[in-house]
């Protein structure tokens, strides 16, 4: 946990008090749960690391009082009410520090997290009927009636915020970010004016390097910068209950939900991030699978059938990595279950001369296999492999499917591989190459999809364990349960 030093004025500390009774007297909780409608009550915890220190450290000048801290960070983990808090800030300066035409912001992760956040400003202002009759809300935009302010929920483009001065502006999950530049556009906005507030709300990334990683570094280094950091440390060892006990600052989290959320959490890696707060320590911290869990499928029998319906997945790159094709087929044992069995073609020895692998050579593979076996489905990224794409439908006649290698189509792919590691259901005796890809594969996660195949520090070969999933997602998507139909022509 980490938590910047604060000295408070007597001024702040009037102003805090004030602040917070506004909060609590006109905020609404507005989650889906119990506390819906209830007054928005200060946690010890939220009032002691993040009301006061931004409200009552500064000092007195020209009759008013100049906040210490222009920037803050809030590290929390996940469902500590980090949206929630956002909007109720945003309320209460915008009702509390009256600006005529005065801008407030708040900066979404996602366009889903857009319209989500607007609702809960929304609905806090049509749970109190002071700001009811104050506020007009809009379709994207919430005017106050007599000074023309207007409170906004933008997406975290650079773009977006230009042109914009925000006296208070909330970036919601600074994690997701990928360099500076939005932060940036929405600091510059602030700088010709009194006391503006910039506050990023965010839980960890997913390694240590990137914007967040490399403003929570420097943030020692701002003067004008809070940073309150709520989760494990280092030192700390997840499995042990002690460790947890810091966390245990809400009333709602108790070891019991963190055991819950333990086993709802879709990787280790997620739980470490989201739950404990923590970023891993490298991109090698989570192998996707252990090696017992391989063991297990490799020693089931695998008697994949070419008479029986199977896709083929495709991917690679043209040198210096490896190329993949891989077939996958679900088919039912003597006792009934539903077994996943697969083939394998990898290449991963490039021509010596030239570096490059023999597209010519490989794609003559797949239109053997197709003429000899003619799989249900071929699944292809197009925007790797445009070339060779293009060449099996317009030489050999392949009709292909594309299977885009985005975080949404390859996090639904990765979860249907998992399950059938993990479950042992996937059998891949004969297969020593994909083996040996799944077994290179790292947990990388891609909010709000989930986790998918990544490569670890040494840039390890994966590409069979990504062939693998773009077949085993063809199948469930294109195959399973269509088997004994018949064709219409």
């Given at each position: 946990?980490?938590?910047?030093?604060?000295?408070?004025?007597?001024?702040?500390?009037?102003?805090?008090?004030?602040?917070?009774?506004?909060?609590?007297?006109?905020?609404?909780?507005?989650?889906?749960?119990?506390?819906?409608?209830?007054?928005?009550?200060?946690?010890?915890?939220?009032?002691?690391?993040?009301?006061?220190?931004?409200?009552?450290?500064?000092?007195?000048?020209?009759?008013?009082?100049?906040?210490?801290?222009?920037?803050?960070?809030f590290?929390?983990?996940?469902?500590?009410?980090?949206?929630?808090?956002?909007?109720?800030?945003?309320?209460?300066?915008?009702?509390?520090?009256?600006?005529?035409?005065?801008?407030?912001?708040?900066?979404?992760?996602?366009?889903?997290?857009?319209?989500?956040?607007?609702?809960?400003?929304?609905?806090?202002?049509?749970?109190?009927?002071?700001?009811?009759?104050?506020?007009?809300?809009?379709?994207?935009?919430?005017?106050?009636?007599?000074?023309?302010?207007?409170?906004?929920?933008?997406p975290?483009?650079?773009?977006?915020?230009?042109?914009?001065?925000?006296?208070?502006?909330?970036?919601?999950?600074?994690?997701?970010?990928?360099?500076?530049?939005?932060?940036?556009?929405?600091?510059?906005?602030?700088?010709?004016?009194?006391?503006?507030?910039?506050?990023?709300?965010?839980?960890?990334?997913?390694?240590?390097?990137?914007f967040?990683?490399?403003?929570?570094?420097?943030?020692?280094?701002?003067?004008?910068?809070?940073?309150?950091?709520?989760?494990?440390?280092?030192?700390?060892?997840?499995?042990?209950?002690?460790?947890?006990?810091?966390?245990?600052?809400?009333?709602?989290?108790?070891?019991?939900?963190?055991?819950?959320q333990?086993?709802?959490?879709?990787s280790?890696?997620?739980?470490?991030?989201?739950?404990?707060?923590?970023?891993?320590?490298?991109?090698?911290?989570?192998?996707?699978?252990?090696?017992?869990?391989?063991?297990?499928?490799?020693?089931?029998?695998?008697?994949?059938?070419f008479?029986?319906?199977?896709?083929?997945?495709?991917?690679?790159?043209?040198?210096?990595?490896?190329?993949?094709?891989?077939?996958?087929?679900?088919?039912?044992?003597?006792?009934?279950?539903?077994c996943?069995?697969?083939?394998?073609?990898?290449?991963?020895?490039?021509?010596?001369?030239?570096?490059?692998?023999?597209?010519?050579?490989?794609m003559?593979?797949?239109?053997?296999?197709?003429?000899?076996h003619?799989?249900?489905?071929?699944?292809?990224?197009?925007?790797?492999?445009?070339?060779?794409?293009?060449?099996?439908?317009?030489?050999?006649?392949?009709?292909t499917?594309?299977?885009?290698?985005?975080?949404?189509?390859?996090?639904?792919a990765?979860?249907?591989?998992?399950?059938?590691?993990?479950?042992?259901?996937?059998?891949?005796?004969?297969?020593?190459?994909?083996?040996?890809?799944?077994?290179?594969?790292?947990?990388?996660?891609?909010?709000?999809?989930?986790?998918?195949?990544?490569?670890?520090?040494?840039?390890s070969?994966?590409?069979?364990?990504?062939?693998?999933?773009?077949?085993?997602?063809?199948y469930?998507?294109?195959?399973?349960?269509?088997?004994?139909?018949?064709?219409?022509?």
């Open positions: 946990m980490r938590r910047t030093d604060t000295e408070y004025a007597a001024e702040g500390l009037a102003m805090a008090r004030d602040y917070e009774r506004c909060l609590s007297s006109m905020c609404r909780h507005v989650s889906n749960d119990q506390h819906y409608g209830l007054p928005f009550l200060l946690e010890p915890f939220q009032r002691e690391n993040m009301w006061k220190p931004i409200f009552a450290c500064g000092h007195m000048e020209g009759g008013r009082f100049k906040r210490r801290f222009r920037r803050a960070i590290g929390l983990p996940s469902g500590y009410g980090k949206t929630e808090f956002a909007a109720a800030l945003v309320m209460t300066v915008a009702t509390m520090e009256v600006v005529h035409n005065g801008q407030y912001g708040v900066v979404a992760s996602s366009k889903d997290q857009v319209r989500n956040i607007f609702e809960k400003i929304a609905t806090m202002i049509k749970l109190n009927a002071t700001f009811k009759e104050q506020w007009d809300v809009g379709k994207d935009v919430i005017t106050h009636r007599e000074t023309g302010a207007k409170i906004m929920v933008l975290n483009k650079a773009d977006a915020l230009e042109s914009w001065h925000f006296n208070v502006l909330v970036f919601d999950e600074l994690h997701v970010y990928r360099d500076s530049r939005v932060w940036d556009a929405g600091l510059k906005g602030q700088k010709v004016l009194w006391n503006p507030m910039a506050i990023g709300i965010t839980t960890a990334g997913d390694s240590r390097e990137g967040l990683w490399d403003t929570l570094e420097k943030a020692g280094e701002d003067p004008g910068m809070y940073l309150y950091w709520l989760g494990l440390d280092d030192s700390d060892d997840m499995a042990e209950k002690a460790s947890w006990d810091k966390l245990m600052c809400a009333p709602w989290v108790t070891w019991e939900s963190i055991e819950d333990r086993g709802m959490a879709t280790k890696r997620s739980f470490e991030r989201y739950t404990a707060n923590r970023f891993p320590a490298d991109r090698d911290s989570y192998s996707c699978f252990t090696s017992r869990q391989l063991d297990r499928c490799w020693r089931g029998k695998n008697d994949f059938d008479s029986k319906p199977f896709t083929l997945g495709i991917d690679g790159a043209t040198s210096g990595d490896s190329f993949a094709i891989v077939a996958y087929q679900s088919r039912k044992n003597e006792n009934g279950k539903a996943g069995h697969a083939r394998e073609w990898v290449f991963d020895e490039p021509d010596e001369e030239t570096g490059h692998y023999n597209l010519s050579q490989i003559e593979l797949i239109a053997g296999i197709c003429q000899r003619w799989p249900e489905v071929v699944g292809i990224d197009p925007n790797r492999l445009i070339v060779m794409d293009s060449q099996l439908r317009d030489i050999y006649g392949i009709d499917v594309s299977f885009a290698q985005n975080n949404a189509t390859m996090c639904q990765t979860s249907l591989v998992t399950h059938l590691v993990r479950s042992g259901k996937l059998r891949l005796k004969g297969c020593p190459k994909l083996r040996e890809h799944l077994g290179n594969a790292v947990e990388e996660e891609r909010e709000p999809y989930g986790t998918r195949f990544g490569k670890d520090s040494r840039k070969k994966i590409d069979a364990a990504i062939a693998l999933a773009i077949a085993v997602l063809a469930e998507k294109l195959v399973d349960g269509k088997e004994g139909h018949v064709p219409v022509y």
